[in-house]
C-alpha cells in the first residue's frame, strides 16, 4: 500500500525556512519520480517542484525557483523540500504525490493527507 506522510509544515514568518518532509514507505520508491503540489486558499493547484527518480532531472515552478530545493534519498524513502525566503503568497497545504514514471510526468497517482504551512509575521 503507498504511504505517502508529510511533516515539517506550521506558522512560519515572512522569509523563513521551513523544511518540508515526506516519508514513503510502502511502493519501490527510487523507482519513481516525486512531485511537492501546493494549493492555496481560493486558488488551483499548483504543481510547486518535482524530482525524477534519482535526483538527475529537476522542475521548479517560476513561482519558487531559485527560494525552494527538492531532494530525495532513495535510501531512506524520503522525499524534502527545502523552503527559503518565504512570502506571503507561499501560504498553502503542500502535497507530496508520487508520479507512476521514473521521469518526471507531472500526473501522480498517489497523494499524501498534506501539511500546512502558513507565512504570518
Known amino acids: 500500500e503507498v504511504q505517502l506522510v508529510e511533516s515539517g509544515g506550521g506558522v512560519v514568518q515572512p522569509g523563513g525556512s521551513p523544511r518540508l518532509s515526506c516519508a514513503a514507505p510502502?511502493?519501490?520508491?527510487?523507482?519513481?519520480?516525486m512531485t511537492w503540489v501546493r494549493h492555496a486558499p481560493g486558488k488551483g493547484l499548483e504543481w510547486v517542484s518535482a524530482?525524477?527518480?534519482?535526483?538527475?532531472?529537476?522542475y521548479y515552478a517560476e513561482s519558487v525557483m531559485g527560494r525552494f530545493t527538492i531532494s530525495r534519498d532513495n535510501a531512506k524513502n524520503t522525499l524534502d523540500l527545502q523552503m527559503n525566503s518565504l512570502k506571503d503568497e507561499d501560504t498553502a497545504m503542500y502535497y507530496c504525490?508520487?508520479?507512476?514514471?521514473?521521469?518526471?510526468?507531472?500526473?501522480?497517482?498517489?497523494w499524501g493527507q498534506g501539511t500546512q504551512v502558513i507565512v504570518s509575521s
Open positions: 524530482i525524477s527518480w534519482n535526483g538527475g532531472s529537476t
Open positions: 504525490a508520487k508520479d507512476p514514471t521514473t521521469t518526471i510526468a507531472g500526473r501522480p497517482d498517489s
Open positions: 510502502g511502493f519501490t520508491f527510487d523507482g519513481v519520480a
